[in-house]
């Protein structure tokens, strides 16, 4: 069984679910992140679980993160057009090229919501080539596992960005801004934690990030 399968398809959502079948070790890392979700402390949700491996952790929460990050911004595509966001922008210093180094290799201008469809492609290819995330138990993850990791967290943080910019008041409107605060605020726990983020690439929410980081 595909550990990270297609799962159930949500009407909101802007790409196909993932999720990991029960019975697999995912699974169980997945039963682990919802209980301690549950609990309401994202600071402890995010820690690896003692005993476990980092890179199971790692890959069970990029599936999860994903997900997260479809639902929300699944909420926004009648919103966020090629002719409203012709650019993909977080404020006016920041603008995403986008590149994946294999069929597009130059950085190119293209509007938000291609970027975000080309990059959701891309996080697809990862997930399901066996090769980086092992869908058998045991199987060994590759040596650059971290780095594609960081990647993927690295560019769904650009979501992000481009929604608290370019979209919140809409998503006040919608009054999903405690979901998406929710949401982000373990995002950012999660990948300070594992250091997947460097410091820079944060600029555009430094202030949000600041203030859940308390630092």
């Known amino acids: 069984m595909s550990l990270?399968?297609?799962?159930?398809?949500?009407?909101?959502?802007?790409?196909?679910?993932?999720?990991?079948p029960s019975g697999s070790k995912g699974a169980q890392l997945k039963q682990?992140?919802?209980?301690?979700?549950g609990s309401g402390n994202l600071r402890e949700a995010v820690r690896l679980p003692p005993g476990e491996d980092l890179n199971e952790w790692l890959a069970v929460n990029t599936v999860d993160f994903f997900n997260q990050v479809n639902i929300l911004y699944g909420t926004l595509t009648e919103f966020c057009t090629a002719s409203n966001?012709?650019?993909?922008?977080?404020?006016?210093?920041?603008?995403?090229?986008?590149?994946?180094?294999?069929?597009?290799?130059k950085p190119?201008?293209?509007?938000?919501?291609?970027?975000?469809?080309?990059?959701?492609?891309?996080?697809?290819v990862q997930l399901d080539d066996e090769s980086i995330f092992p869908q058998r138990l045991g199987a060994p993850?590759?040596?650059?596992?971290?780095?594609?990791?960081?990647?993927?967290?690295?560019?769904?943080?650009?979501?992000?960005?481009?929604?608290?910019h370019s979209h919140f008041q809409k998503i006040v409107s919608l009054k999903e801004e405690a979901h998406l605060n929710t949401c982000f605020k373990h995002f950012v726990l999660f990948t300070w934690e594992f250091r997947l983020i460097d410091k820079g690439e944060l600029a555009p929410l430094y202030e949000i990030v600041e203030s859940i980081l308390q630092l």
């Open 4 to 20: 990270f399968g297609l799962g159930s398809r949500n009407q909101k959502t802007f790409r196909p679910k993932k999720s990991a």
């Open 32 to 37: 682990h992140i919802d209980a301690t979700l």
């Open 85 to 105: 966001c012709p650019t993909m922008t977080a404020g006016p210093k920041y603008e995403y090229r986008w590149a994946d180094g294999v069929t597009i290799k």
């Open 141 to 164: 993850f590759p040596p650059n596992f971290l780095d594609v990791v960081k990647t993927i967290f690295k560019r769904l943080f650009r979501v992000y960005a481009h929604i608290y």
């Open 108 to 124: 190119i201008e293209v509007s938000a919501p291609k970027y975000v469809e080309y990059l959701m492609d891309w996080i697809e």
